[in-house]
């Protein structure tokens, strides 16, 4: 058995990482505070591919017409791509000028770092455009180190039709009537509900949500600084979990599915699989690309928000969700506090709506969403009456994965719910 | 494998080329002239600065770095000494990777390699499509091991596979092979043997074919079976490459990676994960590059240490001369 991962790499991989401090002292960013002196912003996107590429494309250029001292350099990025060049960089502590961001726990440890700008004065004129659920994850202690372009939420999506054949007629309210629905929906000779189980994130949605409806968001907000996940509420979750997971609701074989392959979570709703799923904003664009015929289940898709939890405290109008933003890194020349500013203008806002990618931030751009689902989802969230922020995201990276990681292992049948949060509390402390 | 037999009684002393002096051998590299020192210099500093730079330096930073509590950015400052190293072997996950590899190894050893030499015998034999069968064998390890990890997920994907109809027919369930943390290791295996045995399968066959024909043929004039032959001229003969195949083997089992983070990710609930995946979750994922340093340092020693005690203890007669000076042989 031979592996390609020589010693040589695998200690470079490391090495990388620990060495990669060593040239902290290389970054040589030109850091003029004069906006008019000649500059460039280097900027790092994730919006890799069509349709937002020549958006972002077409935005920078506009900029550069009106400001002929400033050169922006893209650098489109794929997502996982950017995760580990962004680590990289960061901890060579060089960011790049203009970057990707989803706030949280990361954004924090670049923050503690010194490594992004603090924007909350440079921004205040423009920053009440904004919805002020988006803009949570990235405020933290109250200043604000990243501006949101998209938000969205998650929520269930089903299959209208296979409800229909199941006989179910009413979207559920409370979590007893998901589990009914589940019932229903298996008895009937259909898969319930798709999950990715290899990916682990999108398992994390039931409990974090399950979590926020029974202990409130005060009660998750409360967990990270207390660092105690061990309390009467997140067991509660885990139980309630387990009653979904003891239906066996489930496609085959989804503890090794991922969520875009071509078999599965959202293929899997795309071909017509499975009832439904719990997933963001982005759900019925991959279920209708990674389907087989390209178009998923079109106009029989419908959505409902995450149902109550009788004797619960969380309200169901509260939202968990997140979306994408961007941070600037701390040797950003003057400019890019403005040109940031240039994308969030409700134009480029409404234009970058329009391709249906992107949920806008800025409320008056709302009228640029076209695509139905997308509505859905915007009305959702704009009639929100509280915000948080996916868990594996506010919360610091280790103990965000670690939640990811035990909640596998409760639907997997390992571990129980008041094991997991001992677990979690284990790693929250150790930070 | 066999102990050594008379063949390798005047290979001990390997009186050929290896130790003999030639006149501007051995002898002179020991003392070199000036010149020959600056010229030794000129030509050993590319490739000496760049296992310093990419092999030695890392080694050290790694090191440094797990002595301590860093989640990978400015400098390390809280240090915590050997605690990162004792919370891995304190760590079920950790553990669990340890005995994965052994279990790897093991079935590497007992099943991989043998299915190997059965085939590199078979077709040394005259056989009717010999080269094909060698071409078909071998090409699985041509794939680079992100393809073939790929390859397999699309023939085990559940409800769509080819793997997994065709085991439905027969009345199996192989599209739940990488979803089940009771199978899953089976499943690894199964593709990663599925690459390599062509290597060792090849490596084999060509270390067979170095074999005169006439020690066979002088053996089976003397009367002895088939499998006495095979027994006790063939497989001595192929002991060197043998040798070679079980160290290749061990050592790519420690740092196995690619072929795992594609097909599962170390998944379901760590069942198939290896010590590089471990570490790449620590170091890449949760940034607690310390700690992840510190599983890299133990897989490093790991290595290091059996390649040590193996060069030492088993390839000695293998590579005597080659990498030792047998000072009382000149």
């Known amino acids: 058995m031979t592996a390609h991962l020589s010693r040589r790499s695998l200690l470079g991989l490391v090495g990388a990482g620990a060495g990669a401090y060593l040239l902290s002292g290389c970054s040589g960013d030109d850091e003029s505070s004069d906006p008019n002196a000649p500059q460039t912003i280097n900027w790092w996107h994730i919006q890799n591919t069509e349709p937002m590429l020549p958006v972002w494309a077409a935005m920078a250029q506009e900029y550069r017409t009106a400001h002929s001292n400033v050169t922006i350099e893209i650098q489109p990025l794929e997502n996982e791509a950017f995760k580990t060049k962004l680590t990289t960089a960061t901890q060579a502590g060089s960011p790049p000028d203009l970057f990707q961001s989803w706030g949280g726990g990361v954004l924090r440890q670049q923050v503690d770092a010194g490594l992004v700008k603090d924007l909350t004065d440079d921004v205040q004129p423009w920053i009440g455009s904004l919805l002020p659920a988006a803009l949570q994850p990235y405020t933290i202690d109250g200043r604000i180190y990243g501006i949101p372009f998209d938000v969205g939420m998650v929520g269930f999506w089903y299959n209208k039709d296979l409800f229909a054949k199941a006989g179910v007629t009413e979207t559920p309210t409370t979590w007893a009537g998901v589990l009914d629905t589940v019932r229903k929906i298996k008895a009937a000779g259909i898969v319930p509900i798709a999950l990715a189980g290899k990916d682990k994130w999108p398992a994390h949605n039931y409990w974090a949500y399950l979590a926020m409806r029974i202990g409130g968001l ?3 907000q409360q967990a990270a600084e207390t660092k105690n996940f061990d309390t009467p509420d997140f067991v509660a979750a885990g139980e309630r979990l387990k009653e979904l997971v003891d239906l066996q609701p489930f496609q085959r074989g989804f503890l090794g599915a991922e ?15 499975a009832a439904m799923e719990l997933m963001g904003q982005w759900a019925p ?4 690309s990674s389907s087989t015929s390209k178009k998923g289940i079109g106009d029989k898709l419908g959505f409902f928000p995450f149902p109550v939890v009788d004797g619960g405290k969380g309200a169901g109008s509260e939202a968990f969700g997140g979306g994408n933003g961007f941070a600037i890194g701390k040797d950003a020349p003057a400019s890019t506090v403005d040109f940031l500013a240039s994308l969030l203008t409700v134009d480029n806002q409404r234009k970058a709506a329009q391709t249906g990618a992107v949920l806008p931030t800025v409320r008056e751009a709302a009228s640029g969403i076209s695509d139905p689902n997308n509505k859905i989802v915007a009305e959702n969230l704009a009639s929100a009456t509280g915000f948080q922020l996916y ?9 965000g994965q670690q939640v990811n990681d035990s909640v596998a292992e409760l639907i997997a049948g390992t571990k129980s719910p008041a094991q997991i949060v001992k677990d979690i509390t284990t790693v929250a402390k150790s930070q | 494998m066999s102990s050594p037999s008379t063949m390798s009684g005047p290979r001990r002393g390997h009186p050929g080329a290896a130790a003999v002096p030639g006149p501007r051998g051995v002898r002179r590299v020991a003392r070199p002239r000036p ?11 590319p490739a000496l600065t760049l296992f310093l730079l990419l092999v030695i330096a890392p080694i050290v930073v790694a090191s440094y770095a797990s002595l301590f509590k860093w989640n990978g950015f400015n400098l390390p400052e809280n ?8 919370r891995a072997f304190a760590d079920p996950v950790f553990r669990g990777d340890l005995w994965r590899a052994l279990l790897l190894i093991v079935g590497s050893l007992t099943i991989q390699l043998p299915v190997a030499l059965g085939l590199a015998m078979l077709l040394n034999q005259r056989l009717a499509g010999r080269s094909f069968y060698r071409l078909v064998f071998f090409a699985p390890y041509v794939l680079s091991e992100v393809t073939t990890a790929v390859l397999f997920t699309l023939v085990f994907s559940p409800n769509r596979g080819l793997g997994d109809t065709i085991s439905r027919w027969l009345g199996a369930e192989a599209g739940a092979i990488f979803a089940d943390p009771d199978t899953v290791l089976i499943g690894v295996f199964l593709v990663v043997s599925w690459k390599y045995f062509g290597l060792y399968m090849i490596l084999l066959l060509a270390a067979r074919q170095g074999i005169p024909k006439e020690l066979n043929e ?22 060197p490459t043998i040798r070679i195949a079980v160290f290749l083997s061990v050592i790519g089992t420690i740092q196995l990676f690619d072929m795992v983070w594609v097909l599962t990710g170390g998944g379901p609930i760590h069942s198939s994960e290896t010590m590089a995946v471990t570490m790449y979750q620590y170091g890449f994922r949760r940034f607690e590059v310390g700690y992840a340093s510190a599983i890299s340092i133990v897989m490093f020693l790991l290595s290091l240490v059996f390649a040590l005690f193996y060069q030492r203890v088993v390839l000695r007669r293998d590579t005597a001369g080659a990498l030792t000076v047998q000072g009382g042989q000149r």
């Open chain 1, 285 to 288: 664009s991959v279920q209708a």
């Open chain 1, 218 to 220: 005060s009660a998750l």
């Open chain 1, 391 to 399: 868990l594996d995201q506010a919360y610091p990276p280790a103990v």
């Open chain 2, 35 to 45: 010149g020959r020192r600056v010229a030794l210099a000129v030509f050993l500093a």
């Open chain 2, 79 to 86: 240090f915590v000494g050997l605690d990162n190293y004792l």
């Open chain 2, 218 to 239: 002088a053996a089976l004039t003397d009367g002895a079976t088939t499998w006495q032959a095979f027994r006790h001229v063939t497989l001595p003969l192929l002991g």
């Open chain 1, 259 to 273: 969520y875009g392959s071509p078999d599965g979570q959202a293929a899997t709703m795309g071909n017509g699989g």
